[in-house]
C-alpha cells in the first residue's frame, strides 16, 4: 500500500491572501449560513486587532484561519474594491426605452 499523503504536504507553494480569498469565494459557493459583517460590526473587530472568517474564526485583520478561509476583511475588499469613500454611483440601465 502507498503511504498515506499527509494534509499540507502539498507544493502548491506558501499560501498567501490572493489563495486564501479563492478558497473562500469557493467555501461560499458550497456552505449556507454565511452572511458579510456589518461595517460598524466589522470596524469593531479591526479596532480589537483582529476580524472574523466567514466560520467565525477570529484571526488577525489580513489573515486566514487554519480551515484555509480569508478573514472578512480580505474577503470583502476582494469582492467589493470600491473604496471606503462613501461614494456610491448608481447606473441603472434597463432592458430598452418604450415606444
Ligand atoms: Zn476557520
Same mark, same amino acid.
Given at each position: !500500500? ?6 499540507? @504536504?502539498?507544493? =502548491? %507553494?506558501? !499560501? ?10 469557493? +467555501?461560499?459557493?458550497?456552505? $449556507? ?6 461595517? @460598524?460590526?466589522?470596524?469593531? &473587530?479591526?479596532?480589537? %486587532? %483582529?476580524?472574523?472568517?466567514?466560520? %467565525?474564526? &477570529?484571526?488577525? $485583520?489580513?489573515? +486566514?484561519?487554519?480551515?484555509? /478561509?480569508? $478573514? +472578512? #476583511?480580505?474577503? /470583502?475588499?476582494?469582492? @467589493? ?6 461614494? /456610491?454611483?448608481?447606473?441603472?440601465? =434597463?432592458?430598452? #426605452?418604450? =415606444?
Amino acid at each position: !500500500m502507498p503511504p498515506d499523503i499527509e494534509p499540507g @504536504d502539498r507544493d =502548491g %507553494g506558501p !499560501m498567501t491572501p490572493g489563495v486564501a480569498v479563492t478558497a473562500t469565494l469557493a +467555501w461560499f459557493e458550497t456552505t $449556507s449560513g454565511w452572511a458579510p459583517p456589518d461595517p @460598524d460590526t466589522l470596524a469593531e &473587530w479591526l479596532a480589537d %486587532g %483582529g476580524c472574523r472568517c466567514p466560520d %467565525g474564526c &477570529w484571526v488577525a $485583520s489580513e489573515a +486566514w484561519c487554519e480551515h484555509g /478561509l480569508a $478573514s +472578512w #476583511q480580505l474577503v /470583502l475588499r476582494a469582492i @467589493d474594491p470600491r473604496p471606503p469613500t462613501g461614494t /456610491l454611483r448608481e447606473e441603472v440601465e =434597463g432592458p430598452g #426605452q418604450p =415606444g
